[in-house]
């Protein structure tokens, strides 16, 4: 495990528009998990040769838990539900290329029984049993699904993938909403929309609706391309070429 996603130190009022309500500082307290882990409600790993990152969404007041997008290895996560004795309750995809779904067939054969939740556009890549296959749960744009205690809700975001998915993880109160967005948004860029099934206009309009989170939104993204390991949505509304493109054409001719 890479670190931990750690929070609530401070707060400032801001005089750009675009941050609707707070300006938070953020501490990172990696690469080791500290002693009480129950100030993390999101567990983030990097894993395998593509700089995947993984992760485990924690309701504590359940200690109930879902995967996101499952690399081959499976260790470091399993390891982790094994330490604090989570419950996992179901598996969530971003999409379906092979590198976020590598080890879903052995997680799902680990846990029987646990749903694994999608868009039906997704369904295609996967190459799993009959048994499994009823396992799945297709998720339509703004359906929540509950985990423990919180209400997640899934964004339908196309644009690297017909059925890309976002996941928004709440605000609690204390830490800021978390939105985990795969391949369609990275720091300071967005998926690339040349694959099978994907789209720059569409893409255009995703980032277009990324728009309308709040700035405070913490983002965390399907790979660790850049040295960050993630960032606000007001930040990327900033700094981000592809939040710069004005149409399809300008993204499109972004290099
Ligand atoms: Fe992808």
Known sequence: MKGEVNWTVTHMKTADPRLTSWTWTWTWTGPRPPDSPETSRIFQFEIGSMQNLVYLVVDWSTKQAAWVDPQKDLSEPLALIKKHQLSLQAVWLTHTHADHVAGLAELMGQFPGIPVYLHEKEAFRLKLSPSFQ????????????????????????????????????????????????????????????????????QMFESLQRYRQFPAETILLPGHHYREEWWSTLGQEWQESPPFQCRSAAELEALP
Do not use: V, Y
């Open 134 to 201: 009823e396992r799945l749960h297709f998720l339509h744009d703004q359906e929540q699904i509950a985990l423990g205690n919180q209400g997640i809700r899934a964004w339908h975001m196309p644009g690297h993938s017909a059925g890309a998915l976002s996941f928004e993880i709440p605000s609690d109160g204390k830490a800021p909403p978390f939105l985990l967005t795969g391949d369609t948004l990275f720091i300071r860029d967005c998926g690339r929309t040349d694959l099978p099934t994907g789209s720059t206009a």
